[in-house]
Every structure is written in structure tokens, then in C-alpha cells.
């Protein structure tokens, strides 16, 4: 299995802050990489797919990159409503596919 | 517009099989490229990938979990059909069902619409 290793687990944060998330994987995934936002009581919602490229209707504050085994998500000028939990997931060509552990984006 | 939506037991005992169904609405399994998966989530930790089915009935499974589950479709009811045999109350989760899109672009790979989940306990 792929596994994926997110950092930092939690991080504070305030409005208009820059945010940053980083995803590792155990192996090389190319570009196979998806970004989630989770808010309490809700199912997860995609935001980045390709490590990359944004989802339609996402903000453009959200921004993705590398490739191979690095990865970054960036949240730039915070919002209120981007106060959630944050998962990667690898999703390369052929399942299975495996989620990070999570980073908690809370409020300073 | 896409939605999905989980039902089955919210209660199971131990030992027993859970049998969950995902009814979609806004899109064919019929489609080239779709494809239907289930994730879990235990309360407080993160999202776990169970299994996925795609439009051609190609099935792919967790590995760790690969010998319990079984997942199924029925094109014409629009439904999707997981079970996990042998339960355990470790398998007390948050049951979603999401849908996979058609690559139109490069890596395009992910769940892009997630049903609201079904919460399943599992306990004597």
C-alpha cells in the first residue's frame, strides 16, 4: 500500500493568513494527488485533483503543487469558512487509493 | 446535478454482514470512465478507502479488507452495493459513497461528489 503522510497534523491560523500543508508519499505518485475539505458533520468536498488543478467552483485561494512524492496544499489570504480538517489522497490510474491523516486548519 | 445517498443498518452486531446501498441520481453507471467507491471515516479520524466500481464492472478492493468486502451495481435501479462481511465494532464508521467522473484531463482521478454517509455502529 501507498501510504501518505501529512504535516503539520494541526495548525492555527488567522484571517488573511497563508496556510500551507504538505503531503508526502511512501512512493512515487506522479501527479495522482487530491486535495478535501472537511467542515464538522459534513462529507468531505474536493477541492484539487492532479496536485494541481482546481476543482470547478473552488476559490482561486486554494492553490496545489509538486509531483513524484511531495506535495503542497496553500491557502493564501484565510478565510472563515476555510476553518476545516484537510485531507490528501493519492489516487493514482489503478486503486486502491489511500487518504492522509489529516490537518485541522483552526483558529488562532 | 449529481447527488448520491447512503442507506442501510445503523446498527449491526458483531459477526454479522452489512449490506449497504448507495442510490445516485445525475449521471449513468452506463458511462464510460464513471465509477462509484466507498470510504469510511471512524469518528475523529480520517477517511479510509474501501472499494470502487467502475462502469465496465471492473472492482477494486481496500487490500486489507479485500477478503470481507464485495461491491456491486445495478445499472438499471442506479444503485451501488457494499457489503462487509465479519463485522467488528472496529468497523464503526461513518459509511460514504461517492462518485468517480470521467477523466476529461490529465490525473483527472478523485471523488468528485460525496453522499452525506451513513453512520453504522457495531456492537453487541
Known amino acids: 500500500d501507498i501510504q501518505m503522510t501529512q504535516s503539520p497534523s494541526s495548525v492555527s491560523a488567522s484571517v488573511g493568513d497563508r496556510v500551507t500543508i504538505t503531503c508526502r508519499a511512501s512512493q512515487d505518485i506522479s501527479k495522482w494527488l487530491a486535495w478535501y475539505q472537511q467542515k464538522p458533520g459534513e462529507a468531505p468536498k474536493l477541492l484539487i485533483y492532479?496536485?494541481?488543478s482546481l476543482q470547478s467552483g473552488v476559490p482561486s485561494r486554494f492553490s496545489g503543487s509538486g509531483s513524484g512524492t511531495d506535495f503542497t496544499l496553500t491557502i493564501t489570504n484565510l478565510q472563515p469558512e476555510d476553518f476545516a480538517t484537510y485531507y490528501c489522497q493519492q489516487a493514482k490510474s489503478s486503486p486502491p487509493w489511500t487518504f492522509g491523516q489529516g490537518t485541522k486548519v483552526d483558529m488562532k | 446535478q449529481i447527488t448520491l445517498k447512503e442507506s442501510g443498518p445503523t446498527l449491526v452486531r458483531p459477526t454479522q454482514t452489512l449490506t449497504l446501498t448507495c442510490t445516485f441520481s445525475g449521471f449513468s453507471l452506463n458511462t464510460n470512465g464513471v465509477g462509484v467507491g466507498w470510504i469510511r471515516q471512524p469518528p475523529g479520524k480520517a477517511p479510509e478507502w474501501l472499494a470502487l466500481i467502475y462502469w465496465d464492472d471492473d472492482k477494486r478492493y481496500s487490500p486489507s479488507l479485500k477478503s470481507r468486502l464485495t461491491i456491486s451495481k445495478d445499472t438499471f435501479k442506479n444503485q451501488v452495493v457494499l457489503s462487509l462481511s465479519n463485522m467488528d465494532p472496529v468497523d464503526t464508521a461513518r459509511y460514504y459513497c461517492?462518485?468517480?467522473?470521467?477523466?476529461?484531463?490529465?490525473?483527472?482521478?478523485?471523488?468528485?461528489?460525496w453522499g452525506q454517509g451513513t453512520m453504522v455502529t457495531v456492537s453487541s
Open positions: 461517492a462518485h468517480r467522473d470521467t477523466p476529461t484531463r490529465p490525473f483527472q482521478n478523485a471523488f468528485h461528489i
Open positions: 492532479g496536485a494541481s
